[in-house]
């Protein structure tokens, strides 16, 4: 007897917790960006600008796994402890016995033991004795394990992005979550060769 009473406290108690609970979502804004973004044409040898993404990819956090000066390809990895930097998941808001207000990727780097790995090709093609054009893109493998929901994982390249419906934890509500990049890297990675002397 003692034990129903309990279930039945404990079951009016959850769905209070449940019903002041509110979350919102909101996607990225989601652009198609082409892939003349993520090259540019320097006025320098290919010598040059090959020795200049070396020189920076040894100082940078990229790993190099991959290098053919023939064809021009650097190949590199990496792993973000900060995956918002990177990507972006939108905004998200919840409110009740859990509270959080910022980025989605952000969320679930706190609550769903999120990781996100990638790959950067880098293309370095000799145009003309002095002019050299640099091409960068990256690969993103952004997954989350969501306690009592299962695991999901997001897969995209520079200029794209990814959707998922995903629980929101509220009953059996779900959302459609997008991850797309915040180009960051791409662009610090463009910058530092093409800028290098």
Not at 21 to 39: C, H
Not at 55 to 73: C, H, M, R, V, W
Request: proline share 4%; net charge neutral; aromatic share 10%.
């Amino acid at each position: 007897m003692k034990n129903n009473h309990f279930l039945r406290l404990a079951n009016t108690l959850l769905l209070l917790l449940i019903g002041c609970t509110s979350a919102k979502y909101t996607a990225p804004m989601v652009t198609v960006m082409p892939a003349s973004s993520f090259s540019r044409t320097i006025d320098k040898s290919f010598d040059s600008t090959w020795s200049a993404a070396i020189q920076y990819i040894g100082t940078s956090p990229f790993n190099i796994d991959n290098f053919e000066k023939a064809s021009g390809l650097l190949t590199l990895s990496f792993t973000s402890t900060n995956p918002a930097e990177l990507i972006s998941g939108g905004y998200w808001e919840l409110k009740g016995h859990k509270n959080f207000s910022g980025d989605y990727v952000d969320y679930l780097a706190q609550t769903a033991d999120a990781l996100l790995q990638g790959t950067i090709n880098v293309i370095v093609v000799q145009l003309e004795p002095n002019k050299t054009k640099v091409s960068v893109k990256a690969s993103h493998n952004f997954t989350a394990t969501i306690p009592d929901e299962g695991t999901y994982t997001w897969s995209f390249d520079s200029g794209g992005s990814d959707t998922r419906l995903v629980s929101n934890g509220l009953s059996s509500t779900r959302d459609t979550i997008t991850i797309m990049p915040t180009y960051k890297a791409e662009k610090v990675v463009l910058n530092a060769i093409t800028k290098m002397e």
